[in-house]
């Protein structure tokens, strides 16, 4: 049982764990820099871009008959079956997009374009691309669109709040497992149960891109119809979307080759480089998983090694509130706001959203660069973040997303950073 303040890594383990990302302590230019902006992208594990630059480099197409190309395609089905490890996915169809985010719109149009319904559900807190798809196939198709509002103390979306919106006439049910503006965590499980007692055969989609790094994922205990993640914040490259579809939302019409059979969504030659990503990146979890577990199955180790890199994220969460080796945490620092600070860590991932009482969330981004920390600014003119940061009456926040490759030091750096900057906020106002 995983502690509700969760559990570090080892200093030892943790020297391992940085060895095995790029810059994870000092840029591309050799200075020294924490990069706390892990939510909009990721920290690249070596292994998974040597595995990709080997792959790629390639000539062979992988659907040919001669040797190369059959290894080729055993390393895409290895992949596939990776996914399916991460996810717990049995049967149903993987299928790799160019990006997560046009994954999540064929899905969504399929759904929309033939399943009977009057409405369709979602919340205000979805990205972009899960709710413009959406919104964009509601007005296609007249359905109206319902959105389930934001809890303002939590940062997520409460499971009365959607289940409500849910009736006979409900086509698709959209939802994130998991906000990328709080780090609130959505109980998925709860969701699908409760909304599925409504209408038994609702078809539900969940974009998962910001939750799958930082927890496991079960589809065994919430089985839904769609999800999505995205490999390049999962450690891995740019270039690649995954979705899993159930075999009833992968076989609905969809852009396919006609000669292809009907579950498949594969247009055009698979890119095996992309299935080795994640099949490097399912290898460093699971590496993670052994050192705690002696286990053979590969999904055991990495569920495993998920369920580490969360204890480890949520108590670095932990010391980034109340503080580490003497440095003040967030909410004791006058001068900065914590938002969404519910006290429950085992309901978020490694997000803290805060403000400066002196500066705003731009001004406080370049203060934090000019001292080698990158953070992002949520504004609410954004379009990736304006509807949700609307939903909580606020103008704007700094995201601070750091991953499970930092360490307790690291915190600690950053801790005084934000003490330096308030101080300077003061002396200049």
Not at 51 to 74: G, K, S, T, V, Y
Request: glycine share 6%; hydrophobic share 45%; aromatic share 8%.
């Amino acid at each position: 049982m995983s502690s509700s303040r969760g559990r570090l890594f080892s200093d030892s383990l943790m020297e391992e764990i940085k060895r095995r990302f790029h810059y994870v302590d000092h840029d591309v230019d050799g200075r020294a820099r924490l990069f706390f902006d892990n939510a909009g992208g990721s920290f690249r594990l070596k292994s998974a871009l040597e595995a990709f630059a080997q792959i790629d480099a390639l000539p062979d197409c992988p659907e040919r008959i001669h040797q190369r190309a059959l290894a080729l395609q055993d390393i895409q089905t290895r992949g596939e079956d990776d996914i399916r490890r991460i996810l717990n996915a049995r049967n149903g169809s993987v299928h790799l997009s160019l990006t997560a985010s046009a994954a999540m719109f064929e899905m969504v149009r399929a759904v929309m374009e033939n399943v009977p319904g009057t409405n369709a559900v979602t919340t205000i807190l979805e990205h972009p691309s899960s709710f413009d798809a959406m919104k964009l196939y509601c007005e296609r198709t007249g359905k109206a669109l319902r959105v389930a509002p934001s809890n303002a103390e939590t940062g997520g979306v409460d499971v009365d709040d959607i289940v409500s919106l849910i009736d006979d006439d409900t086509a698709l049910l959209s939802v994130m497992y998991a906000s990328n503006i709080s780090g609130a965590k959505l109980d998925i499980a709860a969701i699908v149960e409760r909304a599925r007692a409504r209408k038994p055969d609702l078809f539900i989609i969940v974009d998962a891109v910001q939750h799958a790094p930082h927890a496991v994922i079960d589809l065994q205990k919430m089985p839904v119809d769609g999800i999505n993640i995205a490999p390049y914040k999962f450690f891995g490259c740019r270039g690649a979307g995954v979705a899993w579809l159930s075999e009833r939302l992968a076989e609905l019409p969809h852009h396919r080759l006609a000669a292809k059979e009907k579950g498949v969504w594969e247009l055009g030659s698979p890119a095996p480089a992309q299935f080795a990503v994640v099949s490097a990146i399912v290898d460093y979890v699971a590496w993670i998983g052994a050192q705690f577990s002696d286990a053979e199955d590969r999904r055991e180790l990495f569920v495993q090694g998920m369920q580490r890199i969360e204890e480890h994220e949520r108590a670095l969460l932990s010391l980034l509130l109340d503080g580490v080796d003497g440095q003040r945490g967030l909410r004791a620092i006058e001068g900065v706001r914590v938002f969404w600070d519910h006290g429950d860590l085992t309901c978020r991932d490694f997000i803290a959203g805060i403000g400066f009482d002196k500066l705003d969330p731009t001004a406080a981004v370049r203060a934090y660069e000019e001292q080698g920390v990158i953070v992002y600014e949520r504004i609410s003119t954004s379009l990736y973040s304006g509807r949700m940061l609307r939903s909580f009456n606020l103008a704007g926040a700094v995201r601070v997303s750091p991953l499970h490759c930092h360490a307790p030091s690291d915190i600690a750096r950053f801790l005084a950073v934000t003490e330096d900057i308030v101080i300077a906020s003061r002396l200049a106002g």
